[in-house]
């Protein structure tokens, strides 16, 4: 049996707000907008294969848990690249702090939070490093 992950899904302030942020950032496309569960909005943005859900309910509010410590929380989203450089510079360009830079084996990668906090892990295997 072959199985891949397709997709997740996030609740987020404004959908909008964060497909065009990881539109801009990953070069991905907007798959499918509209009506969703509990009166929310969804849009689906990724590649044709994988894409993120970013929902919001009417009235998403945010919350102060550390999604680390909470069983079931969403600790972060893991985001590969061929090239970790420029996808960087592109986060850097659009407002985000980048921190937990590591070279391990097999890659290279870094973190960054986006405006609703959601962490994301930026991580590249290309062999030469960039």
């Not at 989203?77 to 986060?91: H, P, S």
Request: hydrophobic content about 30%; proline content about 3%.
């Amino acid at each position: 049996m072959t199985t891949t992950l397709e997709h997740v899904n996030v609740t987020v302030r404004d959908p909008d707000k964060t497909a065009g942020m990881l539109c801009k950032l990953f070069d991905w496309q907007v798959r499918w907008e509209g009506s969703s569960i509990h009166g929310g909005r969804t849009i689906h943005v990724g590649t044709p294969d994988q894409y993120i859900a970013v929902y919001s309910m009417p009235d998403s509010r945010s919350s102060k848990q550390i999604s680390y410590e909470q069983v079931g929380g969403l600790n972060h989203l893991g985001i590969q690249v061929t090239n970790l450089d420029a996808t960087e510079q592109r986060v850097l360009t659009a407002g985000f702090k980048t921190f937990s830079h590591a070279d391990y084996e097999p890659g290279r990668r870094f973190y960054f939070r986006d405006h609703d906090n959601i962490e994301f892990e930026i991580l590249s295997y290309a062999g030469d490093h960039s």
